[in-house]
């Protein structure tokens, strides 16, 4: 696929969600920029949080891991279809109780401005690593494929894409963000689908019409090996349980406890609405799930196909399965209905879909997060409208040029891993966040002080020292090792025999339930030990 047919696909793209922005924009207040007039159309948002659930790294590499981890995954969607309805069932009643528009401004009610701003200050941090780390991924992409052959660096390309987002949310917010998702959200599951379908035609699987019900696409891919979706090993990293249960925990922090998934749910008409949008989320993400490792399956048995002359993607020396769907999609030349350009269109715009959304809506939310949070913006009864808009457009800017620096980062650190690390960091930064819900919601305890921002640091730092010993650990590189860090030393003092705690043990997903778990045993010790002084 040339660059400049990939150029104009994706100027039109963008000048279609500039319509959007421009008609959604033109007439936002702060109420609609934060939470659309508390107006949007239940299903309008439930279509909209299934490209801001996925992303490019979704895109790319949960196709990729079907060859190392068969569907797995799958027993992790499994545990988000519970989450889900936690969520809905849970905590958005707490949310529309009181009308939030930050849904830390309850860890404020319930405690203290400090606790909220503890909340919102890891959500920024998660959130902002997340999206650079996502669009770095997918900006790769494109420069790798188009802006490198026009001539453009990597920097002033980022700098275009980053102005684009900027355009079309910074004046609508969310009012504009709850429309050009649901779009984007079109995009991503009708790129995924002919990527599919272009692959199946490419291997002959479409055939099964002319060769009976048992070549039937469906048929084969659950006879494949690859297909295998459950792992009752308990002391494996893909036990049942431990993706199940982490799943389920990983959807209630990553979407029902931050701001950046839960804003546009609060901006629904009434609670039942928000309710169906949450249900019908999860069982949409469970369905487009089954088609991302059909999908992967389907790009295996393509190369399988190919035969051993395959030039497999690599990187640093190693295979990079997060390079083969790109590959495939643009360089394999595919045809799908008598047409060699409609695969790659699909890809680039699918992926496109996938993290842009992702990314444009973190600016909205990490504003918001800092407006109502930390700045406290919406208490400043002697600010006029004028100062408070201002405010938030220079909030609004700022993140953009934050989000600019952490992509160059990830381009200077030029190591896929690194963006693998960066996503499970949410693993330990939504643990104390989990922890401070965990105590308001289901305690009496009041903790105060300083030290519950200390605790909600050394906590993910304990949790982390636990999975470094067990049996895949720090242990393995050993002692003398060059990539013996500073908080493996400190493990090393912990546990200086080098020796793993729990033998062939190998934590999981679950690793976010017990941090959460540790964080929230903590605050309930400081709220004992505070209350025994008063006395």
């Not at 995954?73 to 809905?88: H, K, R, T």
């Not at 400090?114 to 790769?140: E, I, N």
């Not at 035969?307 to 495939?328: H, I, T």
């Not at 922890?435 to 105060?448: A, C, E």
Request: hydrophobic letters at 50%.
């Amino acid at each position: 696929m040339s660059p400049t047919f990939i150029g104009l696909a994706l100027f039109g793209y963008f000048a279609l969600l500039l319509g959007i922005g421009y008609v959604t924009g033109r007439k936002a207040t702060a109420d609609g920029y934060f939470v659309g007039n508390r107006q949007s159309l239940w299903w309008l948002v439930a279509l909209g949080m299934l490209s801001d659930s996925m992303s490019g790294v979704s895109f790319i590499s949960v196709p990729g891991s079907v060859n190392a981890a068969h569907w797995g995954y799958m027993q992790v969607v499994l545990g988000y279809v519970l989450g889900y309805v936690v969520i809905a069932y849970l905590l958005l009643p707490l949310y529309y109780k009181t009308q939030l528009t930050s849904i830390y401004t309850y860890l404020g009610d319930r405690f203290s401005p400090l606790h909220q701003q503890t909340g919102s200050g890891f959500f920024v941090l998660s959130r902002l690593m997340g999206s650079a780390a996502r669009l770095y991924l997918t900006a790769a992409i494109l420069q790798r494929y188009l802006f490198d052959a026009m001539g453009i660096p990597f920097a002033l390309s980022v700098i275009i894409i980053i102005l684009l987002i900027l355009a079309y949310t910074y004046k609508g917010g969310i009012r504009t963000l709850v429309f050009t998702d649901a779009l984007q959200s079109i995009f991503l599951i009708g790129g995924v689908m002919i990527c599919l379908l272009g692959l199946l035609f490419a291997t002959e699987w479409m055939d099964f019409w002319h060769k009976g019900v048992s070549d039937a696409p469906w048929v084969r891919i659950a006879q494949s090996s690859l297909s295998t979706v459950f792992d009752w090993n308990p002391m494996a990293k893909t036990y049942f349980w431990k993706h199940f249960l982490g799943g389920a925990a990983m959807c209630i922090v990553m979407t029902g406890l931050d701001q950046n998934m839960m804003q546009k749910n609060l901006s629904c008409k009434s609670l039942g609405e928000a309710q169906k949008n949450m249900i019908t989320t999860g069982v949409v993400i469970f369905l487009v799930n089954i088609v991302f490792l059909s999908l992967g399956l389907m790009m295996y048995q393509y190369v399988e196909q190919l035969g051993a002359d395959f030039p497999f993607p690599m990187q640093d020396g190693k295979p990079y399965p997060d390079g083969l769907l790109p590959m495939l999609a643009l360089q394999a030349k595919l045809t799908l209905f008598g047409t060699p350009w409609l695969v790659p269109l699909a890809f680039v715009l699918g992926l496109s879909a996938a993290t842009f959304s992702s990314a444009d809506s973190v600016l909205t939310t990490l504003t918001t997060s800092i407006y109502f949070d930390f700045l406290r913006v919406d208490k400043r009864n002697n600010w006029n409208e004028t100062q408070k808009n201002t405010v938030r457009k220079r909030l609004h800017l700022l993140f953009a040029a934050l989000l600019f620096l952490g992509i160059l980062f990830f381009r200077w650190l030029n190591s896929s891993s690194l963006i693998d690390t960066v996503l499970m960091v949410a693993s330990y930064t939504y643990g104390p966040l989990l922890g401070l819900f965990l105590v308001g919601m289901f305690t009496s305890w009041k903790p105060v002080g300083p030290m519950v921002v200390a605790w909600s640091v050394i906590a993910p730092l304990l949790v982390y020292i636990l999975k470094c010993t067990d049996a895949v650990g720090v242990w393995s590189m050993g002692r003398n090792s060059a990539n013996f860090n500073a908080i493996e030393n400190l493990v090393y003092l912990v546990n200086p025999t080098g020796k793993p705690w729990f033998e062939s043990y190998v934590f999981g997903y679950e690793i976010l339930i017990i941090n959460g778990l540790l964080a929230a045993t903590g605050y309930g010790i400081l709220h004992w030990i505070q209350s025994k002084k008063k006395s």
